[in-house]
């Protein structure tokens, strides 16, 4: 009984996760829709790489998702299905590596951001020095977008960190999972 107890808790768990990576999910998809760049290389360097990250990772989440529901036998909609064939341990294995990418990609664009941010403070303060009224407007119209995009990457980068971290954590687990139940 403690068993039965002890899988329907942990299988709650699992489908709390699920639901947390989709919200999560659907926040950076929100994000990348919105996202414009500005037209300085530096600045869109940084938002691009975010919005890359970003991608990957979203997709990495439905790749997830996907290839648990296969481990545990259930089709999308939820209904146990005894014939679906449970990825390998090699398919998770590769799927780690997967993820790892992910992290990497997220650094990638971690590491453009102080040079972003340094551009966008300089676009920002010549903007504020434009004497000329039309080159002001213009100005000020390139310090908005340049802010943008660091804005973007700034709201993307923790949503992007948590995301990662879960898949590697889920990914890991069910990996030890099934080399520990000898479920290969």
């Known amino acids: 009984m403690s068993v039965l107890f002890v899988l329907c808790s942990a299988n709650a768990q699992i489908k709390e996760e699920i639901q947390k990576s989709r919200e ?24 691009d790489a975010v919005k890359t990250a970003a991608i990957f990772a979203i997709s990495n989440s439905e790749q997830l998702e996907n290839m648990y529901k296969r481990q545990i036998g259930e089709t999308e909609d939820g209904v146990t299905d005894v014939t679906i064939t449970k990825p390998t341990i090699d398919e998770w294995v590769t799927f780690a590596s997967t993820v790892a990418g992910e992290a990497a990609s997220i650094k990638a664009a971690t590491d453009k951001l102080q040079a972003a941010a340094d551009e966008a403070k300089n676009v920002v303060e010549s903007s504020s020095k434009e004497k000329n009224p039309m080159k002001a407007a213009k100005a000020a119209k390139q310090a908005k977008a340049a802010t943008a995009v660091v804005e973007f990457g700034n709201a ?22 099934l080399k520990s139940g000898k479920n290969l």
């Open 24 to 47: 999560r999910a659907e926040k950076l998809q929100l994000l990348c829709d919105g996202y414009k760049s500005c037209g300085n290389v530096n600045i869109d360097g940084y938002g």
């Open 156 to 177: 993307a980068t923790p949503i992007l960190l948590e995301e990662s971290a879960a898949q590697v954590k889920a990914v890991d687990a069910i990996i030890e999972t």
